[in-house]
């Protein structure tokens, strides 16, 4: 019998067999398609003729198409629509997917025949896009450790093994300090919160078995209450618990634990042929090198320092005025910051919902797609993982471009969050593919359902992301779509935000559920306004957390990565009342695994670009400029990661980003 995941899917446009695919399913197609999968990759190592660009690098593209099925569908319904069979399906699938891909990486005989390949390179007639692919193929195996030799390669297998261990230390001390710790309230002390945070402090009472309310400290607790708690005195004890995560001494405590990871990291760099991790880190990524990750970030700090010094001042007064003397603290700021808001800026979030209704906001979102890049969205009836699920044909001048699904509504199956993922990504070889795109978000439901400001703006995002994968038109599918540098993937998505805000967007689409009139323009400007606010703080405590980031990881590892912290604080000239948004025993961003270890500052990075990439449509005669969408598609939103981020950003733009842009849009400096 056909499983039916692994059987040929025979529904319109091939979309996965959702209806015949039951639970039961998963666990033998995993198995058998990686089975599949490993014979294929054994026969390209054990070829028997010499290497040739097809019968290796194109014959590994070509691998593993059952497995890319069984994972496409597994992943989608395990995030999007998860019950207890999937979840345990999950812990199981982990550990043996990591060491099925560990294992080709390190594949020293499928190595051997790619380097060769590398080595002969200019000989070998290839196209642009097929040299990149061999590139990063080549580059992955030495990444990866491929090349080591005897003691060199013993010691690498022994770094990744202890990193994985620590990796996984900091964050269960993390999740031990953030359970143990909370702070009884007294009925008198809720005094001043808003009903959701009274409510929040109740049901984590309740959870943590205590008769009354408490604050503890998940951020969308902790958060809150220090915006909006009058009582100074609890918020320093709360705002020093918080701070205090992973530094608590005894068995949970990080910070050994950091000062290992970051000597192993180096270790691992220079055992690679590194100077240090950071440049390791970087190579793969658009700014690739330290030194221009720091500029940057430099460039960005010293006005968001000035903003912020401007800030603490009137925040200060604030504090004086209530009878508070001293400096403002820590502490201090959340909750001077929040009444400093509510005077200039109070949006009354009641009234502003109606006009942001999810069909309205979808639809202005395929309108703006229109406009820019011709494309249309016609409703397809196909049975999806879940009822709450939609999609749609998207075709340019009568020819299919993609399946597009949008799963829009929270419910507890899914994860929190929001993302876009393609079930199926475009490619060219072995066979023509059209994309497959879905994108999954956490809003309310409601009859209609209505949006609030963020949530708008998290649906242009993901369709932001949504459109790299549709509009991809490349050969390979290793290197199509959002597959590109991780300081360049949230282009295109923070980039479609910006067609949120234009006013004529705004003014057709956000509409009321019931009138039908547009957003008042007062409205309008209140919403873009207040989210600028406080730009100065939140910016340097991001910018604060990247530039330790880049620096425990550029050179020799920190003897004590406390110290070095407390050194950087000083060099920069911290702000004395804002701390980093994550410091190093609890920044696990950076410790729980590699992923954003020297590349904390890449959301910066991608905002830089995208206000600087939106300024080139307000200079070139406004959002919808026919010549610049062009541009975008072509040097951007369809080329995939086929050349170097930063040559893509150049066809573009016809320079590199500048960060005024930026500064400007974060109110930092004058417009
Ligand atoms: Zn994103």
Not at 19 to 31: K, T
Not at 423 to 439: C, S
Not at 485 to 501: C, G, I, M, N, T
Not at 543 to 553: E, T
Request: hydrophobic residues 45%.
């Amino acid at each position: 019998m056909t499983n039916s995941i692994l059987s040929d899917w025979t529904t319109p446009f091939e979309l996965a067999p959702f209806a015949q695919i039951s639970d039961d399913d998963f666990a033998p197609a995993l198995d058998q398609a990686m089975a599949a999968h490993n014979a294929e990759i054994d026969a390209i190592a054990a070829n028997t003729e010499a290497p040739s660009f097809a019968n290796t690098v194109e014959a590994l593209e070509a691998a593993g198409e059952d497995l890319n099925k069984v994972l496409s569908v597994f992943f989608t319904v395990a995030g999007a629509d998860s019950n207890p069979k999937r979840e345990e399906l999950q812990r199981a699938f982990s550990p043996k997917l990591a060491a099925h891909f560990a294992a080709i990486s390190s594949n020293k005989a499928l190595f051997s025949r790619v380097a060769d390949l590398w080595d002969r390179r200019d000989g070998l007639d290839l196209t642009e896009e097929q040299a990149r692919v061999l590139m990063l193929s080549h580059r992955g195996f030495v990444r990866a450790g491929a090349a080591l030799e005897g003691d060199a390669d013993a010691r690498m297998q022994e770094i990744k093994s202890r990193l994985a261990t620590l990796g996984t230390s900091f964050t269960q001390n993390l999740l031990a300090d953030e359970r143990d710790w909370y702070m009884d309230l007294s009925e008198d002390d809720l005094h001043g919160l808003p009903d959701f945070v009274v409510d929040a402090a109740r049901a984590a009472g309740k959870e943590k078995g205590v008769d009354g309310p408490v604050v503890t400290l998940s951020r969308s607790i902790i958060v809150p209450f220090l915006q909006f708690s009058p009582r100074r005195d609890l918020r320093e004890k709360a705002y020093r618990a918080w701070t205090a995560r992973g530094a608590n001494g005894g068995e949970t405590d990080n910070r050994e634990i950091a000062a290992e990871i970051l000597t192993l990291r180096q270790e691992r760099a220079q055992l690679l042929g590194y100077d240090s991790f950071a440049d390791y880190k970087l190579e793969t990524e658009m700014a690739r090198t330290p030194g221009r990750v720091r500029d940057l970030l430099m460039q960005v700090w010293e006005p968001a320092t000035a903003q912020a010094d401007a800030d603490a001042e009137v925040l200060t007064e604030m504090m004086q005025d209530d009878g508070v003397n001293g400096p403002l603290e820590a502490w201090d700021w959340r909750y001077y910051a929040e009444k400093r808001r509510k005077a200039e800026h109070d949006l009354d979030e009641a009234a502003l919902k109606p006009y942001l209704q999810l069909d309205r906001m979808i639809e202005a979102s395929f309108a703006c797609a229109n406009r820019l890049f011709g494309l249309e969205f016609a409703p397809l009836d196909v049975p999806l993982y879940h009822p709450d699920c939609r999609a749609w044909e998207v075709t340019r001048n009568g020819q299919h471009v993609a399946v597009f699904i949008g799963d829009y509504f929270a419910r507890g199956s899914k994860r929190s969050g929001a993302w876009c993922s393609a079930m199926r990504a475009q490619a060219k070889f072995p066979k023509v593919q059209a994309p497959v795109v879905i994108n999954v978000c956490n809003f309310a439901k409601g009859d209609p359902a209505l949006l609030s400001y963020d949530d708008a703006r998290t649906l242009f995002h993901e369709f932001g992301h949504a459109l790299h994968q549709m509009l991809s038109n490349v050969t390979y599918e290793s290197i199509s779509g959002t597959s590109v540098a991780r300081d360049f993937v949230e282009l295109p998505s923070q980039l479609y935000e910006h067609w949120l805000e234009v006013p004529e967007v705004l003014a057709e689409y956000a509409t009321h559920a019931e009138t039908g009139e547009p957003m008042p323009q007062e409205m309008l400007a209140k919403v873009l306004n207040a989210a600028n606010f406080d730009q100065g703080f939140q910016t340097v405590e991001y910018v604060a957390s990247a530039l330790v980031d880049l620096a425990f990881h550029d050179g020799a590892a920190p003897a004590d990565p406390m110290v070095k912290q407390a050194e950087m604080l000083a060099e920069l000239g911290m702000p004395h009342a804002i701390g980093m948004r994550h410091a190093t025993p609890h920044f696990a961003h950076v410790f729980a695994g590699d992923g954003y270890s020297s590349g904390y500052y890449s959301y910066m990075w991608s905002e830089v670009m995208d206000a600087d990439a939106f300024a080139a449509f307000e200079e070139a005669g406004g959002a919808f400029d026919a010549e610049r969408a062009k541009a975008l598609e072509d040097n951007i939103l369809s080329t995939g990661g086929s050349r170097e981020a930063e040559d893509l950003y150049l066809a573009f733009r016809g320079r590199l980003p500048g960060v005024e842009a930026l500064l400007k849009g974060r109110g930092l400096i004058a417009a």
